[in-house]
């Protein structure tokens, strides 16, 4: 049974730390591309970082440069976030993509074919 199971999300006070996690189990996704998307009441779910396995490079949505730190251990991907913002509230969620290289430009939700079930984030 394959799937990505978030956590680490909660509320926390502005200018607060969370670091969120999610562990795929079911098959091997070490070696494609993952990321975090968030998705706020009212809005269209946006991507937030990514990062694949080769040269380990990353995206950052520019709202979150600088604040959000994105790794990966194995079959786990980790978003640490420093300096939280109101803006910031959203449900947060993982996803694998359908390629193993991460693309440069923002990433689209279509591509990334596997989902958890997300985790809220209140600032």
Wanted: net charge neutral; charged share 15%.
């Amino acid at each position: 049974h394959v799937q990505l199971v978030e956590s680490g999300g909660g509320s926390v006070q502005a200018g607060g730390s969370l670091t969120l996690s999610c562990v795929a189990s079911g098959y091997d996704y070490s070696g494609f591309c993952m990321g975090w998307f968030r998705q706020a009441p009212g809005k269209e779910r946006e991507g937030v970082a990514t990062m694949d396995t080769g040269d380990h490079s990353r995206y950052y949505a520019d709202s979150v440069k600088g604040r959000f730190t994105i790794s990966r251990d194995k079959n786990t991907l980790y978003l640490q976030m420093n300096s939280l913002k109101p803006e910031d509230t959203a449900m947060y969620y993982c996803a694998t993509a359908l390629f193993r290289t991460c693309l440069a430009n923002s990433p689209v939700p279509q591509d990334y074919g596997v989902w958890g079930q997300g985790t809220q984030v209140t600032v």
